[in-house]
């Protein structure tokens, strides 16, 4: 199968994805809406895959952002959806590994954004093509690592999101405030009502002030990018 070209529902928004390749989910579509964010900021995109989160930011905040991605074929691809929603003066995509950008960009960013692999190599159903081998398990990057370069990127009073599976959160957030990344918000989310929760949102603040707000637990939005009502930042 080919190339498609998927119509996201908000401000005329296109995204290229491969059927066959790992593609976006209502998990990236979550993290976008529970981002803060003002124009002008610097974000950074950790993983930025097929370049969802690079895009939905640049148009929903007006940031400008970077997105770094170490697939060759996934950073082409939102590389082209970035020229093809005419965003390439706002988006940059860098095909790299993401353990080497605090030390190509420094502390140069207000705000981190990640969707990183939930499942540690080895665990979970792993017979998958191996593009989508590689964004769910931590092939090329672990949770540690992600988290150390997010906050090697991140100015005092910088922002991390995140989004992961709630049978890691204890570990998530351990690792966090290792690297002086203090929790703030964290919003639990449900698959559908009546199901236990399966993933979270976390926001931290790079060597910020102690101090924790949980939200009330909902189910995924099944909505579209433009949709406000489940928005919670």
């Not at 890691?168 to 698959?191: D, F, G, H, N």
């Amino acid at each position: 199968m080919s190339e498609r070209i998927d119509d996201l529902q908000y401000k005329g928004l296109k995204l290229i994805q491969h059927p066959q390749k790992f593609r976006f989910g209502t998990d990236s579509v979550e993290l976008a809406h529970f981002v803060s964010a003002r124009p002008g900021e610097r974000a950074a995109d950790l993983g930025a895959g097929t370049g969802i989160l690079s895009v939905l930011l640049a148009a929903r905040y007006g940031v400008q952002v970077t997105g770094i991605e170490i697939q060759e074929e996934l950073a082409d691809m939102a590389r082209r959806s970035v020229a093809l929603n005419g965003q390439s003066a706002q988006v940059r995509i860098e095909c790299m590994p993401m353990q080497q950008a605090p030390a190509q960009f420094g502390r140069s960013f207000d705000l981190v954004v990640s969707n990183p692999p939930y499942r540690k190599l080895g665990s979970g159903f792993t017979q998958a093509e191996s593009a989508v081998l590689r964004a769910r398990h931590e092939v090329d990057v672990t949770l540690d690592e992600v988290i150390a370069s997010a906050a090697g990127l991140l100015s005092t009073g910088g922002r991390f999101y995140m989004v992961y599976p709630t049978e890691r959160m204890a570990e998530a957030i351990s690792v966090c405030q290792a690297y002086k990344l203090t929790p703030k918000i964290i919003q639990i989310l449900r698959p559908a009502a009546g199901k236990p929760p399966h993933i979270f949102l976390l926001k931290c603040a790079f060597e910020g002030r102690p101090g924790l707000q949980v939200l009330p637990e909902r189910d995924v939005c099944a909505y579209a990018a433009t949709e406000e009502s489940c928005s919670t930042s």
